[in-house]
Protein backbone atom coordinates (compact mmCIF):
# COMPACT_ATOMS: atom_id res chain seq x y z
CA UNK A 1 0.00 0.00 0.00
CA UNK A 2 1.31 3.37 -0.77
CA UNK A 3 0.77 6.33 1.36
CA UNK A 4 -2.43 8.40 0.30
CA UNK A 5 -4.95 7.83 3.06
CA UNK A 6 -7.12 4.83 3.21
CA UNK A 7 -10.93 6.07 1.74
CA UNK A 8 -13.88 5.26 3.16
CA UNK A 9 -17.66 6.06 2.69
CA UNK A 10 -19.38 9.14 4.83
CA UNK A 11 -22.89 8.36 5.66
CA UNK A 12 -24.12 10.64 2.36
CA UNK A 13 -22.07 8.39 0.22
CA UNK A 14 -19.14 10.45 -0.48
CA UNK A 15 -15.48 9.31 -0.55
CA UNK A 16 -13.78 10.46 3.17
CA UNK A 17 -10.39 9.55 4.43
CA UNK A 18 -11.08 6.99 6.74
CA UNK A 19 -10.15 9.08 9.88
CA UNK A 20 -13.28 10.93 9.30
CA UNK A 21 -15.91 7.93 9.28
CA UNK A 22 -15.57 7.42 13.04
CA UNK A 23 -14.66 4.14 13.26
CA UNK A 24 -10.69 3.47 12.32
CA UNK A 25 -7.88 3.89 15.12
CA UNK A 26 -7.13 6.98 13.44
CA UNK A 27 -10.29 8.36 14.61
CA UNK A 28 -10.20 6.29 17.84
CA UNK A 29 -6.63 8.16 18.92
CA UNK A 30 -7.91 11.72 18.17
CA UNK A 31 -11.03 10.73 20.26
CA UNK A 32 -9.43 9.61 22.89
CA UNK A 33 -7.01 12.70 23.10
CA UNK A 34 -10.33 14.61 23.06
CA UNK A 35 -11.66 12.89 26.48
CA UNK A 36 -8.95 12.91 28.07
CA UNK A 37 -8.29 16.54 27.68
CA UNK A 38 -12.31 17.08 28.26
CA UNK A 39 -13.65 19.34 31.69
CA UNK A 40 -16.76 17.51 31.08
CA UNK A 41 -16.48 15.38 34.41
CA UNK A 42 -20.48 14.55 33.83
CA UNK A 43 -21.42 11.49 35.49
CA UNK A 44 -22.21 9.34 32.28
CA UNK A 45 -18.52 10.43 30.57
CA UNK A 46 -17.62 6.77 31.27
CA UNK A 47 -14.02 6.79 32.19
CA UNK A 48 -12.11 5.68 28.80
CA UNK A 49 -10.59 2.51 28.52
CA UNK A 50 -7.74 2.20 25.68
CA UNK A 51 -7.99 -1.53 25.34
CA UNK A 52 -12.19 -1.25 25.37
CA UNK A 53 -11.67 0.83 22.35
CA UNK A 54 -9.07 -1.03 20.89
CA UNK A 55 -11.70 -3.86 20.75
CA UNK A 56 -14.60 -1.99 19.27
CA UNK A 57 -12.12 -1.19 16.78
CA UNK A 58 -11.33 -4.49 15.83
CA UNK A 59 -14.70 -5.95 15.90
CA UNK A 60 -16.12 -3.22 13.58
CA UNK A 61 -13.46 -4.11 11.27
CA UNK A 62 -14.02 -8.33 11.80
CA UNK A 63 -17.95 -8.13 11.39
CA UNK A 64 -17.03 -5.35 8.32
CA UNK A 65 -19.00 -2.53 9.56
CA UNK A 66 -15.91 -0.31 9.64
CA UNK A 67 -16.87 1.71 6.71
CA UNK A 68 -20.63 4.00 6.84
CA UNK A 69 -21.42 2.22 3.57
CA UNK A 70 -21.78 -0.27 5.71
CA UNK A 71 -24.35 0.87 8.04
CA UNK A 72 -27.25 -0.18 6.34
CA UNK A 73 -30.16 -2.78 7.65
CA UNK A 74 -27.61 -5.94 8.43
CA UNK A 75 -25.12 -3.53 9.10
CA UNK A 76 -27.17 -1.72 12.00
CA UNK A 77 -27.90 -4.95 13.48
CA UNK A 78 -24.67 -6.15 13.40
CA UNK A 79 -23.60 -2.60 15.39
CA UNK A 80 -26.47 -3.43 17.88
CA UNK A 81 -24.78 -7.51 18.55
CA UNK A 82 -21.17 -6.04 19.26
CA UNK A 83 -22.34 -3.65 21.75
CA UNK A 84 -24.93 -5.72 23.45
CA UNK A 85 -22.04 -7.17 25.75
CA UNK A 86 -20.02 -3.97 25.79
CA UNK A 87 -20.19 -1.62 29.14
CA UNK A 88 -22.35 1.43 27.24
CA UNK A 89 -25.09 -1.48 26.77
CA UNK A 90 -25.12 -1.73 30.46
CA UNK A 91 -24.95 2.25 30.96
CA UNK A 92 -28.01 2.65 28.03
CA UNK A 93 -29.96 0.27 29.83
CA UNK A 94 -30.12 1.78 33.18
CA UNK A 95 -30.31 5.10 31.68
CA UNK A 96 -33.25 4.08 30.21
CA UNK A 97 -34.93 2.11 33.71
CA UNK A 98 -34.70 5.77 34.95
CA UNK A 99 -35.97 7.52 32.05
CA UNK A 100 -37.10 6.21 29.39
CA UNK A 101 -39.99 4.31 27.65
CA UNK A 102 -37.55 2.72 24.84
CA UNK A 103 -36.02 -0.42 25.06
CA UNK A 104 -31.97 -0.95 25.52
CA UNK A 105 -32.18 -1.87 21.77
CA UNK A 106 -33.33 0.96 20.60
CA UNK A 107 -31.40 3.52 22.81
CA UNK A 108 -28.46 1.67 21.85
CA UNK A 109 -29.10 2.38 18.13
CA UNK A 110 -29.82 5.97 18.90
CA UNK A 111 -26.79 6.31 20.56
CA UNK A 112 -24.85 4.27 17.75
CA UNK A 113 -26.81 6.79 14.99
CA UNK A 114 -25.54 9.71 17.05
CA UNK A 115 -21.34 9.06 17.28
CA UNK A 116 -21.94 8.41 13.18
CA UNK A 117 -24.39 10.23 11.29
CA UNK A 118 -22.15 13.58 11.60
CA UNK A 119 -24.77 15.97 10.98
CA UNK A 120 -27.28 17.70 13.57
CA UNK A 121 -29.84 15.85 15.22
CA UNK A 122 -33.65 16.69 15.63
CA UNK A 123 -35.72 14.92 17.96
CA UNK A 124 -39.57 15.51 18.57
CA UNK A 125 -40.89 14.15 22.01
CA UNK A 126 -37.93 13.36 24.41
CA UNK A 127 -39.96 13.02 27.53
CA UNK A 128 -37.83 12.67 30.28
CA UNK A 129 -34.91 12.75 28.00
CA UNK A 130 -34.25 8.85 27.79
CA UNK A 131 -33.98 8.79 24.24
CA UNK A 132 -32.27 12.64 24.31
CA UNK A 133 -29.41 11.22 26.69
CA UNK A 134 -28.79 7.99 24.77
CA UNK A 135 -28.15 9.69 21.56
CA UNK A 136 -26.06 12.43 23.58
CA UNK A 137 -23.79 10.51 24.66
CA UNK A 138 -23.21 9.28 20.96
CA UNK A 139 -22.99 12.60 20.15
CA UNK A 140 -19.80 13.11 22.48
CA UNK A 141 -18.12 9.87 21.25
CA UNK A 142 -18.24 12.16 17.73
CA UNK A 143 -14.73 14.08 16.78
CA UNK A 144 -16.56 16.47 15.98
CA UNK A 145 -19.98 17.92 18.17
CA UNK A 146 -22.93 19.30 16.39
CA UNK A 147 -26.27 20.73 17.64
CA UNK A 148 -28.74 18.90 18.84
CA UNK A 149 -32.59 20.03 19.10
CA UNK A 150 -35.34 18.47 21.50
CA UNK A 151 -38.81 19.72 21.30
CA UNK A 152 -40.98 18.48 24.02
CA UNK A 153 -44.59 20.39 24.33
CA UNK A 154 -45.05 19.48 28.09
CA UNK A 155 -47.03 19.12 30.58
CA UNK A 156 -48.27 15.89 32.93
CA UNK A 157 -46.72 12.55 32.25
CA UNK A 158 -48.75 9.83 33.41
CA UNK A 159 -47.39 6.47 31.63
CA UNK A 160 -48.49 2.53 32.71
CA UNK A 161 -44.81 2.81 33.53
CA UNK A 162 -45.65 4.32 37.18
CA UNK A 163 -41.79 4.90 37.60
CA UNK A 164 -41.78 7.75 35.18
CA UNK A 165 -44.50 9.50 36.22
CA UNK A 166 -44.17 13.14 36.27
CA UNK A 167 -45.95 16.28 37.08
CA UNK A 168 -43.60 18.25 34.61
CA UNK A 169 -42.59 16.98 31.97
CA UNK A 170 -39.90 19.84 31.14
CA UNK A 171 -38.63 20.96 34.22
CA UNK A 172 -37.72 17.64 34.93
CA UNK A 173 -36.56 16.46 31.57
CA UNK A 174 -33.99 19.92 32.33
CA UNK A 175 -33.16 18.11 35.07
CA UNK A 176 -32.13 15.35 34.25
CA UNK A 177 -30.14 16.77 31.19
CA UNK A 178 -28.46 18.91 34.16
CA UNK A 179 -27.87 15.96 36.33
CA UNK A 180 -26.48 13.85 33.84
CA UNK A 181 -24.21 16.57 32.13
CA UNK A 182 -25.79 16.86 28.77
CA UNK A 183 -27.76 20.13 29.47
CA UNK A 184 -25.12 21.65 27.44
CA UNK A 185 -25.20 19.68 24.56
CA UNK A 186 -29.16 19.67 24.14
CA UNK A 187 -31.15 23.05 23.33
CA UNK A 188 -34.96 22.13 24.71
CA UNK A 189 -37.48 23.90 22.52
CA UNK A 190 -40.52 24.20 24.15
CA UNK A 191 -43.65 23.78 22.25
CA UNK A 192 -46.35 21.52 19.94
CA UNK A 193 -44.21 20.32 17.02
CA UNK A 194 -46.29 21.09 14.73
CA UNK A 195 -47.30 24.66 15.52
CA UNK A 196 -45.32 27.39 13.09
CA UNK A 197 -43.99 29.21 16.17
CA UNK A 198 -42.41 25.97 17.67
CA UNK A 199 -40.67 25.21 14.16
CA UNK A 200 -39.60 28.66 13.64
CA UNK A 201 -37.57 28.52 17.44
CA UNK A 202 -35.81 24.84 15.89
CA UNK A 203 -35.30 26.35 12.75
CA UNK A 204 -33.53 29.35 14.95
CA UNK A 205 -30.78 26.52 15.98
CA UNK A 206 -30.40 24.51 12.65
CA UNK A 207 -29.43 25.19 9.34
CA UNK A 208 -31.39 23.86 6.42
CA UNK A 209 -30.12 20.30 4.91
CA UNK A 210 -27.78 20.29 8.50
CA UNK A 211 -29.81 17.36 10.14
CA UNK A 212 -28.57 13.73 10.10
CA UNK A 213 -30.69 12.09 12.62
CA UNK A 214 -34.14 12.76 13.12
CA UNK A 215 -35.87 10.88 15.67
CA UNK A 216 -39.49 10.89 16.35
CA UNK A 217 -41.27 9.76 19.23
CA UNK A 218 -44.50 12.11 19.98
CA UNK A 219 -48.43 11.43 19.08
CA UNK A 220 -48.21 9.42 15.91
CA UNK A 221 -48.25 12.74 13.08
CA UNK A 222 -45.24 11.28 11.53
CA UNK A 223 -46.61 12.27 7.68
CA UNK A 224 -47.02 16.31 8.98
CA UNK A 225 -43.76 16.58 10.75
CA UNK A 226 -42.16 15.57 7.79
CA UNK A 227 -43.49 18.07 5.98
CA UNK A 228 -42.55 20.75 8.14
CA UNK A 229 -39.11 20.39 9.15
CA UNK A 230 -38.36 18.19 5.83
CA UNK A 231 -36.36 21.65 4.63
CA UNK A 232 -33.86 21.11 7.63
CA UNK A 233 -32.97 17.43 6.66
CA UNK A 234 -30.55 16.43 4.77
CA UNK A 235 -30.92 13.97 1.29
CA UNK A 236 -30.95 10.99 2.90
CA UNK A 237 -31.47 11.60 7.13
CA UNK A 238 -31.65 8.74 9.41
CA UNK A 239 -34.68 8.33 10.99
CA UNK A 240 -36.36 6.76 14.30
CA UNK A 241 -39.84 6.62 14.63
CA UNK A 242 -41.31 4.64 17.52
CA UNK A 243 -44.78 2.91 18.32
CA UNK A 244 -44.50 1.40 14.59
CA UNK A 245 -45.94 -1.43 16.15
CA UNK A 246 -48.42 -1.57 19.01
CA UNK A 247 -47.63 -2.27 22.14
CA UNK A 248 -49.93 -1.55 25.40
CA UNK A 249 -50.95 1.44 25.76
CA UNK A 250 -49.46 3.54 22.36
CA UNK A 251 -51.84 1.18 20.13
CA UNK A 252 -53.73 3.85 19.00
CA UNK A 253 -50.85 5.45 18.17
CA UNK A 254 -49.54 2.97 15.77
CA UNK A 255 -52.58 3.39 14.28
CA UNK A 256 -51.13 6.15 13.14
CA UNK A 257 -48.08 5.79 12.78
CA UNK A 258 -47.78 2.49 10.67
CA UNK A 259 -49.89 2.93 7.89
CA UNK A 260 -47.95 7.09 7.44
CA UNK A 261 -44.33 4.56 7.86
CA UNK A 262 -46.14 2.41 5.11
CA UNK A 263 -47.12 4.69 2.60
CA UNK A 264 -44.13 6.43 2.69
CA UNK A 265 -41.49 3.56 2.40
CA UNK A 266 -44.24 2.48 -0.86
CA UNK A 267 -43.25 5.78 -2.28
CA UNK A 268 -39.19 5.07 -1.98
CA UNK A 269 -39.05 8.30 0.71
CA UNK A 270 -38.60 6.45 3.17
CA UNK A 271 -36.35 3.44 3.12
CA UNK A 272 -36.79 0.39 6.04
CA UNK A 273 -33.68 -0.40 7.33
CA UNK A 274 -34.99 -2.19 10.34
CA UNK A 275 -37.07 -2.40 14.01
CA UNK A 276 -35.99 -2.78 17.36
CA UNK A 277 -37.36 -3.32 20.72
CA UNK A 278 -40.80 -3.21 21.41
CA UNK A 279 -41.65 -1.62 18.15
CA UNK A 280 -39.63 1.05 16.98
CA UNK A 281 -38.91 1.40 13.06
CA UNK A 282 -35.61 2.52 12.09
CA UNK A 283 -34.60 3.70 8.56
CA UNK A 284 -33.77 6.37 6.47
CA UNK A 285 -35.46 9.75 5.11
CA UNK A 286 -34.84 10.16 0.95
CA UNK A 287 -35.59 14.14 -0.46
CA UNK A 288 -37.53 14.23 -3.36
CA UNK A 289 -35.27 12.94 -6.42
CA UNK A 290 -33.39 10.93 -4.42
CA UNK A 291 -36.05 8.25 -3.67
CA UNK A 292 -35.11 4.85 -2.48
CA UNK A 293 -38.08 1.97 -3.56
CA UNK A 294 -38.18 -1.19 -1.66
CA UNK A 295 -36.87 -4.06 -3.57
CA UNK A 296 -40.10 -6.43 -5.37
CA UNK A 297 -38.71 -9.81 -4.78
CA UNK A 298 -39.58 -12.01 -7.68
CA UNK A 299 -42.47 -13.91 -6.86
CA UNK A 300 -44.70 -10.64 -6.10
C1 LIG B 1 -43.66 8.48 24.30
S1 LIG B 1 -43.06 9.91 25.03
C2 LIG B 1 -41.37 9.95 24.54
C3 LIG B 1 -40.53 8.95 25.25
C4 LIG B 1 -39.04 9.21 25.17
N1 LIG B 1 -38.57 9.27 23.82
C5 LIG B 1 -38.29 8.17 25.98
O1 LIG B 1 -37.13 7.85 25.64
O2 LIG B 1 -38.85 7.71 26.97
C6 LIG B 1 -43.78 11.16 24.03
C7 LIG B 1 -43.41 12.57 24.42
O3 LIG B 1 -43.71 13.41 23.33
C8 LIG B 1 -44.36 14.57 23.78
N2 LIG B 1 -45.21 15.00 22.66
C9 LIG B 1 -46.28 14.33 22.15
N3 LIG B 1 -46.74 14.98 21.06
C10 LIG B 1 -45.94 16.06 20.90
C11 LIG B 1 -45.92 17.10 19.93
N4 LIG B 1 -46.77 17.15 18.92
N5 LIG B 1 -44.96 18.06 20.06
C12 LIG B 1 -44.06 18.00 21.07
N6 LIG B 1 -44.03 17.02 21.99
C13 LIG B 1 -44.95 16.07 21.90
C14 LIG B 1 -45.12 14.11 25.02
O4 LIG B 1 -45.39 15.20 25.88
C15 LIG B 1 -44.15 13.12 25.61
O5 LIG B 1 -43.27 13.74 26.49
Not at 138 to 154: D, I, M, P, Q, S
Not at 199 to 205: P, S, Y
Request: glycine share 8%.
Amino acid sequence: MGSSPAIGRSLFGEKTPLAATGTTLKFFSQWARRRESSADKSPDSAPFDPKEQENLVREEKFYEIDDLAALEARGLMKALMIHRHRRIYTQLKSLGEEYSMLHPDVLTVLYYLAKHAEGNILEIGPFLGGSTMAAAIGLRERNRLATFVTVEKGGEGIPSRRRLVTEDIVRDLKRNLLDNGHASLVQVVVGFSLDNKTAEKVRAHLQPRSVTLLIIDADGEVRSLLNLYRELLTDQCWLVIDDYFATGISTAKSGRTKPQIDTAVAAGELEELGFYGWGTWVGKWHRAGCEKRPEVLPNE
